[in-house]
Structures are given as C-alpha cells and as structure tokens.
C-alpha cells in the first residue's frame, strides 16, 4: 500500500492503522461473519478503496458523518481512520444494532487509537443525528435510505450510497415517495456499480 489516499499524501501511521485494521477483519470475520468470506483476498480494493470513495465526493468542510448500518465498518470505520489525520476536528458516527458488530467496531477504534462514536440501536430508534454526511452500504433500497435521511441528516446535508447495477430503478422508486437532487457516479472498484450523491431530500 501507498501513502496516498485520492491523491492526498497520508502518513505512515493512517496506513499502519488501516492495516490494523484489516488484520482484526480477517480475525474476527470467520466468528461473525462481517464480510463475504470470498471478498477477503480483495479486501484493500473491495472494502477499503470502495468505502475511500466516498470521502472524494464528500463537502470539503464536513464536521460530522453518520454512517447508518456500519456492519464490519464499511465505509463508516475506513472513513474514521483516515479523518483522524485529514478532516482531525470532524466526527463520525457507526450506527451498528447488531452487537457482536457493534464490539468488533469498538475493537478496532481501540486498537487504532480513532475516536469515533458507535451506537448500538436501531437506525429508526435513535434521536436525530444532524449529520453533514450520511452514508450507508448495502443497507437497504433507496426508498428506505431516504428516511433514514430526513431523520438524520442536517438540512443541507449530503447523502453518499454505493448502489449496484439496478440502481436508475431504485432512484424512480423512491421519487414516488421522495423529492432529491441525486448525481451517480461511476464506482472505481466495482463495474457497473455507483455511488449515488444526495441532496436535498424532502417528502413528495
């Protein structure tokens, strides 16, 4: 691995914890199961620059990123790591309700020595966060994810969602329900496959 993070020079300490990182992943993956086990010999392009993605298309000034169905920590914990030293007065936020998840989470923040805060609740249960950035990956339709971001997000938040192949179908869905400015952008790890940039998310 490089120092560079989109063309940005990170230090050696960010990589070494991402580099922790991704060796508690593959300890604790076969006990619970965080990612597809197939996907683990491709985990710095499959899991780790796919979830970096994100940060290009994020406002450059964001202070706090709630990242909703955290899981094994994609994108929220690889966004928490290397925001310790680009974005050091931002805040992130795992949103994770399964706890053997959320203590995995919690395990790798601990071991990287990155603050951030996870929350083991349900999406739905929760206060509102007023998050800059919310971001969430194969949680659940757009339709869905919307909510989530009218619950969540600040009023001018910005909403970041990988979304696979039958994205443009998911996007006509939810306008029956949602009004939203949305721009795809072409993933660079998985073929046919986009992040979905989200603003101004209202109610039809």
Request: glycine share 6%; net charge neutral.
């Amino acid at each position: 691995m490089t120092g560079l993070v989109f063309g940005k020079d990170v230090s050696r300490e960010t990589m070494d914890r991402l580099q922790t990182y991704v060796a508690l992943l593959e300890k604790w993956n076969p006990r619970i199961n965080l990612v597809a086990k197939s996907t683990l010999d491709a985990v710095w392009t499959r899991h780790v620059q796919d979830s970096l993605q994100l940060l290009s298309l994020a406002p450059p000034k964001w202070q706090s990123w709630a990242d909703l169905g955290s899981g094994g920590g994609f994108p929220g914990l690889v966004i928490a790591i290397v925001a310790k030293e680009l974005y050091p007065e931002s805040k992130v936020t795992l949103v994770e309700s399964d706890q053997r998840k959320s203590v995995f989470l919690r395990t790798v923040l601990r071991e990287t020595e990155v603050q951030a805060d996870v929350i083991a609740k349900r999406i739905e249960a929760l206060p509102p966060l007023e998050a800059d950035v919310v971001s969430a990956r194969a949680l659940a339709d757009l339709k869905t994810l919307l909510g989530f971001v009218a619950q969540h997000g600040s009023p001018a938040a910005i909403a970041l969602f990988p979304k696979g192949a039958t994205w443009e179908k998911e996007v006509a869905d939810a306008r029956v329900q949602w009004e939203f400015a949305c721009e795809p952008f072409k993933s660079d790890t998985e073929e046919k496959s986009v992040i979905l940039k989200i603003e101004g998310v209202a109610r039809v």
